[in-house]
């Protein structure tokens, strides 16, 4: 540990993490590369610099960094992963995430030579599902399919399913569908996959769901839970419990199609982060 301290120190100072990293650049660029550096340095030692831990979910998170960007707009900047928030900050990160839906595409013409029939994602606040339907939203022939956290049931209280279950509101600066009471206030969302947790959803997605561009579904923390096992099993990938609930709406869609129907799935990340909580359900399940 203490060589881990010690190397990490360094590689901060000098960027040499051992006999790796370092600056093999052109020399043109080593003047901007020394100033970067110093700034690093200065900005390093600052005590306003400080990344804050927040306890709770991606809500709460959001709203932190709403918070810490308002008391402090000459020296902050609020940098949005998903696609929600106040304009431009949806439209920002739909456009990014785009090359999944163009790359998609392009492999499905390679590979079979057309469009897919169905695309599949799960939706937590829509960026992964927006990323990969936006390409497609004018093919009516593609249909588009957004799978929400039905929790432990989406008649409870312990969900996700903002599309399903919310009314339209206005939360973290925009108007979107939002789970809340019949006063207003939030009611704190609830799934398995983490990513999930989120209150409202992207304005996009929405509007999608209004004009019936884009149909949505339910699946519960249990079935996503098969889903990521049944993927381990049998492909020897570990996806995130948020694609789980992606993965898992196939086992309702498949019997549906007709044979040799195209579907694609967005896997929208990795489980190696969730193995400790799917350890931690599987031990809850067990008889006492
Ligand atoms: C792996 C993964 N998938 C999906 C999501 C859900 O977010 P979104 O609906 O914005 O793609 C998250 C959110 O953190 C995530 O980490």
């Given at each position: 540990?203490?060589l881990i301290?010690?190397?990490?120190?360094n590689f901060?100072?000098?960027?040499?993490?051992?006999r790796?990293?370092?600056i093999?650049v052109?020399?043109?660029?080593?003047i901007?590369?020394?100033k970067?550096?110093?700034e690093?340095q200065?900005?390093?030692?600052d005590?306003?610099?400080?990344?804050?831990?927040?306890?709770g979910?991606?809500k709460d998170?959001?709203?932190?960094?709403?918070?810490?960007?308002?008391?402090?707009?000459d020296?902050s900047?609020?940098l949005?992963?998903?696609?929600?928030?106040p304009h431009?900050?949806?439209?920002?990160?739909r456009k990014f995430?785009?090359?999944i839906?163009?790359?998609?595409?392009?492999q499905a013409l390679?590979?079979?030579?057309g469009?897919?029939?169905?695309?599949?994602a799960?939706?937590?606040s829509?960026?992964n599902?927006?990323g990969i339907?936006?390409?497609?939203?004018r093919?009516e022939?593609?249909?588009?399919?957004?799978?929400?956290?039905?929790g432990?049931?989406?008649?409870?209280a312990?969900?996700?399913?903002?599309?399903?279950?919310?009314e339209?509101g206005?939360?973290?600066?925009?108007?979107s569908?939002l789970?809340?009471d019949?006063?207003g206030q939030?009611?704190?969302?609830?799934?398995i996959?983490?990513?999930?947790?989120y209150?409202g959803?992207s304005?996009?997605?929405?509007?999608l769901?209004?004009?019936?561009?884009?149909?949505?579904?339910?699946?519960t923390d249990?079935e996503?839970?098969?889903?990521?096992?049944l993927?381990?099993?049998?492909?020897g990938i570990?996806?995130?419990?948020?694609?789980?609930?992606?993965?898992a709406?196939?086992?309702?869609?498949?019997?549906?199609l007709?044979d040799?129907?195209?579907?694609v799935?967005?896997?929208?990340?990795?489980?190696d982060?969730?193995?400790?909580?799917?350890?931690?359900?599987?031990?809850?399940q067990?008889?006492?």
């Amino acid at each position: 540990m203490r060589l881990i301290d010690q190397t990490d120190e360094n590689f901060l100072r000098t960027g040499k993490f051992g006999r790796y990293g370092g600056i093999f650049v052109p020399e043109t660029l080593v003047i901007s590369l020394n100033k970067l550096a110093a700034e690093f340095q200065l900005t390093l030692h600052d005590p306003k610099f400080q990344v804050k831990q927040v306890e709770g979910t991606f809500k709460d998170a959001t709203s932190d960094a709403i918070r810490a960007w308002v008391e402090d707009l000459d020296n902050s900047y609020y940098l949005a992963g998903t696609a929600v928030g106040p304009h431009p900050c949806p439209a920002m990160v739909r456009k990014f995430q785009s090359v999944i839906g163009k790359e998609t595409r392009k492999q499905a013409l390679e590979k079979w030579g057309g469009k897919p029939d169905v695309i599949v994602a799960c939706v937590g606040s829509g960026s992964n599902a927006l990323g990969i339907f936006h390409e497609f939203v004018r093919d009516e022939d593609v249909r588009l399919i957004g799978v929400e956290a039905a929790g432990t049931g989406i008649d409870g209280a312990k969900h996700s399913a903002t599309l399903a279950k919310g009314e339209v509101g206005v939360y973290h600066g925009a108007m979107s569908y939002l789970l809340q009471d019949d006063e207003g206030q939030i009611i704190c969302p609830h799934s398995i996959g983490v990513g999930l947790e989120y209150p409202g959803v992207s304005p996009e997605l929405s509007f999608l769901k209004d004009i019936g561009r884009a149909e949505f579904h339910t699946v519960t923390d249990k079935e996503a839970l098969e889903a990521y096992s049944l993927l381990c099993r049998i492909e020897g990938i570990v996806p995130a419990l948020e694609a789980a609930h992606a993965l898992a709406y196939l086992d309702k869609l498949c019997p549906t199609l007709p044979d040799g129907s195209k579907v694609v799935v967005n896997c929208s990340g990795r489980g190696d982060k969730d193995v400790a909580t799917v350890f931690q359900y599987e031990q809850e399940q067990q008889p006492q």
